[in-house]
């Protein structure tokens, strides 16, 4: 059996969608679905059962179990990088994913956790998956420390050396309808188009870079998950690892794809940062994807353009999620 924890989620609909092609069924996807929109992510899945995130880890701490499980890809946490509360985030993203952790070195099983690029801060200490650079990093906000605690855990147990851990980049694509605030500019400047016929991105706050000329990794769902789904039959490769593609865009970059895949005039309006996030804004973040491509992962990746294209096109015109 494999369970996908935040399954119904934005990279966990389609990295379940993704097992499916591969001929997986016999999943169980954990989640808590409230009043999110992230049900409508179900559509089209094929998998044995859905748990509530809280019935699972008592049925995991319980050690009631009744089913053999082969892979737990723990993809669910509150990813809300303006969360305030740090005792929920400790108890969600850290406690938590302790539980499955402990529970999958007790049953043998595989275990392939989300981790964050939000736990290298400013990337001041460079963004290598490092494993001996971790004590070095300063995340800039409660989420990514909460991802950050659960590496240093990882690493103090022995546990990288058994299981893998992935810092996903700026993830945009299909299924991420529900994340409100949270999803990528990419589905924000979508909007913003459609209704104004222009894209809004913030001023910098830096001398360093001009107006739109921050730069992100940013990398297409669709290849986030195929490079999470690597690991999973791969036991004797461990650690942790970037998930991202290597070379830094900037927003006005993306912009531009927007307005290409629109066939729209570019149009773009730069206002000022909110004052909550210009102390915690990266301005820069390359994913160094030496120690991952090392593993011997060959296949070709979207370039922004395509990936936007084809989110554009495919998904966001049609309405469409990845698994109808």
Request: charged share 25%; hydrophobic share 35%; proline share 2%.
């Amino acid at each position: 059996m494999i369970v996908v924890t935040g399954g119904a989620g934005f990279i966990g609909s389609v990295l379940v969608h993704r097992l499916n092609e591969f001929g997986y069924d016999d999943i169980i996807i954990v989640d808590e679905l409230a009043k999110e929109e992230k049900w409508k992510n179900l559509y089209g899945l094929k998998f044995n059962d859905f748990i509530h995130k809280d019935v699972f880890i008592r049925q995991i701490m319980d050690d009631i179990i009744s089913y053999d499980i082969e892979t737990i890809f723990h993809l669910g946490a509150c990813s809300c990088t303006t969360e305030i509360d740090a005792d929920y985030l400790l108890t969600n993203n850290y406690h938590y994913s302790q539980e499955l952790a402990k529970y999958c070195l007790k049953s043998n099983s595989r275990f392939i956790y989300a981790s964050s690029a939000a736990t290298y801060g400013d990337g001041s200490n460079g963004f290598d998956d490092d494993e001996e650079k971790l004590e070095s990093l300063r995340p800039l906000n409660m989420y990514g420390n909460s991802k950050q605690l659960f590496d240093l855990w990882m690493k103090r147990m022995g546990l990288l050396e058994k299981f893998v851990g992935l810092k996903y980049f700026n993830v945009y694509g299909p299924n991420e309808y529900h994340k409100g605030d949270m999803r990528s500019v990419v589905h924000k400047s979508y909007e913003q188009i459609m209704e104004m016929g222009k894209v809004r991105l913030f001023k910098s706050n830096s001398k360093e870079f001009k107006n739109g000329e921050q730069m992100r990794d940013f990398i297409y769902v669709k290849d986030a998950v195929d490079m999470t789904i690597y690991f999973m039959d791969k036991p004797n490769i461990n650690g942790l690892f970037n998930i991202g593609t290597g070379e830094a865009r900037t927003w006005n970059d993306l912009s531009k794809s927007m307005f290409e895949s629109l066939g729209k005039p570019i149009n773009i309006e730069y206002i000022d940062m909110p004052k909550h996030l210009v102390s915690n804004y990266q301005n820069f973040t390359q994913a160094n994807m030496k120690k991952f491509l090392a593993t011997g992962y060959d296949k070709s990746l979207y370039s922004l353009e395509e990936g936007v294209k084809d989110y554009v096109q495919n998904y966001l015109l049609k309405n469409q999620f990845i698994g109808y």
